[in-house]
């Protein structure tokens, strides 16, 4: 799962700490990523065992930064809200603020990030502004004087206990009958919170039963929509079960770089006709 790193959290000896302090098992999967609309700034508490200023999130249009996207198991995040006192300092949520772009060009939508969970984890405001830790060096932002933001601008959603893997992207692409307006709409409406129209590079076949399948490959791409799903993990078991088992739920990298769920076919396809404009939403069996 990806996870922002920013703050201590960016620093290679944060991952030997938490081996040797907290357990911390397993590689330790972390890749740079540049960070658009949003912050790393200065806390308004200091961390009661070095006395030292931590670092939390605040949006910042415009501002671009570096930081790291950790690609953690269920057993490290584990860890990681055990140290970030998670329900109690922080709160970890997915981040709709912004851009995040690793080195490669994929964009990570919805990354998992732990930000102010109390208000002495909320941004200090000095003379009204808050503090860019980009700015400002820990050793001084110890000394910095003065007092809470009521808000850190983000917009996120709150994570309620364990995220899973099989949570993660919130995105899925559609492109026959759970498309806007197609037969089996009704079903993912309540879980949408919103949708674009996009194209997926494969081939989209008639299996003459009413619905598409979708086969993986290279051309103009398959046209479908690209849906934001308010909660995947109710969404997406019940997604599951209605498309069965010639279908399989798989990871996608959209046009843009952004990752996605699909639903590929595993059946086979001999005599299936192609559909080069993608599904009619109005099609009737």
Same mark, same amino acid.
């Given at each position: ?27 330790? *999967? ?10 790393? *700034? ?26 790291? *996207? ?35 060009? @994929? ?38 004087? @003065? ?78 929509? *690209? ?29 843009? @770089? ?28």
């Amino acid at each position: 799962m990806p996870v922002l790193g920013y703050g201590s959290n960016a620093n290679p000896s944060k991952v030997t700490w938490l081996r040797e302090e907290l357990g911390l098992e397993g590689p330790a *999967v972390v890749l740079r990523a540049r960070c658009e609309g949003f912050s790393a *700034v200065w806390a308004d508490g200091t961390r009661a065992r070095d006395g030292q200023r931590p670092a939390t999130l605040a949006a910042a249009p415009g501002v671009v930064e570096e930081h790291s *996207v950790w690609f953690a198991t269920p057993e490290q995040l584990r860890v990681l809200d055990r140290c970030e006192g998670r329900g109690l300092r922080y709160r970890l949520v997915r981040l709709h603020t912004g851009r995040v772009v690793l080195y490669n060009g @994929g964009v990570i939508d919805s990354v998992l990030a732990y930000t102010a969970g109390s208000k002495k984890r909320m941004p200090t405001l000095v003379n009204g502004r808050m503090v860019r830790c980009a700015d400002v060096s820990q050793g001084h932002a110890a000394m910095l004087r @003065g007092r809470p933001a009521l808000t850190d601008g983000l917009e996120l959603t709150e994570v309620h206990g364990a995220p899973s893997a099989d949570d993660w992207p919130e995105l899925l692409f559609v492109y026959g009958t759970l498309q806007p307006g197609a037969s089996a709409w009704h079903l993912m409406e309540p879980h949408v919170v919103d949708s674009e129209e996009t194209r997926l590079p494969g081939t989209l076949l008639d299996t003459g039963l009413g619905y598409p399948a979708l086969r993986p490959g290279a051309g103009l791409g398959v046209p479908g929509f *690209v849906l934001r799903l308010r909660s995947p993990e109710d969404a997406l078991p019940l997604l599951d079960e209605y498309e069965g088992e010639d279908y399989r739920r798989v990871r996608v990298v959209l046009p843009d @770089g952004r990752i996605a769920w699909t639903y590929l076919w595993t059946a086979a396809v001999k005599g299936m006709s192609v559909l080069p404009d993608g599904w009619d939403i109005h099609h009737i069996r």
